[in-house]
T-cell receptor, first 114, second 112 residues
Framework: GAGVSQTPSNKVTEKGKYVELRCDPISGHTALYWYRQSLGQGPEFLIY????????DSGLPNDRFFAVRPEGSVSTLKIQRTERGDSAVYLCASSPTSSYNEQFFGPGTRLTVL | QKEVEQNSGPLSVPEGAIASLNCTYS??????FFWYRQYSGKSPELIMF????GDKEDGRFTAQLNKASQYVSLLIRDSQPSDSATYLCAVKGASLDDKIIFGKGTRLHILP
């Protein structure tokens, strides 16, 4: 399909492990956003990319979280030394540019840290 | 810390009535305002955006913005059971490149 895709759809890991979550945006979209959504909460901004560079990473909670987008398309969110509090749905969204109003969301990755 | 506040609900509205969803925001410099709908277990989808004071209508939906009061609302006319979802208010700062801050959402339940 032509939408935003995220893999895996579900990830169960143990406390202390490293995980990578992948986002494949809509083709041609230069802006890419990562959010985290806990149950009963709205999406919490983590980071956004305009092209290959992180335009705003002010939402990353600590240095265990890191994201890359080396070729300006696919992005990977990396979480080191996972903690139970990291359990949430991680949403990725893309838009044609960062000034475009609509963000198109992917289906999300549900991360569970045991 | 920029904040977007919504009543979490649930808001129960009879089928066919008007549902009114409200949102306040803290950053007076905010310029763009969005309403997203999120069905349970699904991702958010954009319903409407508004940047000028006043009303903006799209089908059964009307967004209302009052920048002086830092208040934005969404009205849903002729509510249908399929409108039952969580409605997320989202706000973008003064720059077009600013990130979007989401509220916690209001759960809406349309009673058949």
């Amino acid at each position: 399909g032509a939408g935003v895709s995220q893999t895996p759809s579900n990830k169960v890991t143990e406390k202390g492990k490293y995980v990578e979550l992948r986002c494949d945006p809509i083709s041609g979209h230069t802006a890419l956003y990562w959010y985290r959504q806990s149950l009963g909460q709205g999406p919490e901004f983590l980071i956004y990319f305009q092209g290959t560079g992180a335009a705003d990473d002010s939402g990353l909670p600590n240095d265990r979280f890191f994201a890359v987008r080396p070729e300006g398309s696919v992005s990977t969110l990396k979480i080191q030394r996972t903690e139970r509090g990291d359990s949430a749905v991680y949403l990725c969204a893309s838009s044609p540019t960062s000034s475009y109003n609509e963000q198109f969301f992917g289906p999300g990755t549900r991360l569970t840290v045991l | 810390q920029k904040e977007v506040e919504q009543n979490s609900g649930p808001l129960s509205v009879p089928e066919g009535a008007i549902a009114s969803l409200n949102c306040t925001y803290s950053d007076r410099g905010s310029q763009s305002f969005f309403w997203y709908r999120q069905y349970s277990g699904k991702s958010p989808e954009l319903i409407m955006f508004i940047y000028s004071n006043g009303d903006k209508e799209d089908g059964r939906f009307t967004a209302q913005l009052n920048k002086a009061s830092q208040y934005v609302s969404l009205l849903i006319r002729d509510s249908q059971p399929s409108d039952s979802a969580t409605y997320l208010c989202a706000v973008k700062g003064a720059s077009l490149d600013d990130k979007i801050i989401f509220g916690k959402g209001t759960r809406l339940h349309i009673l058949p």
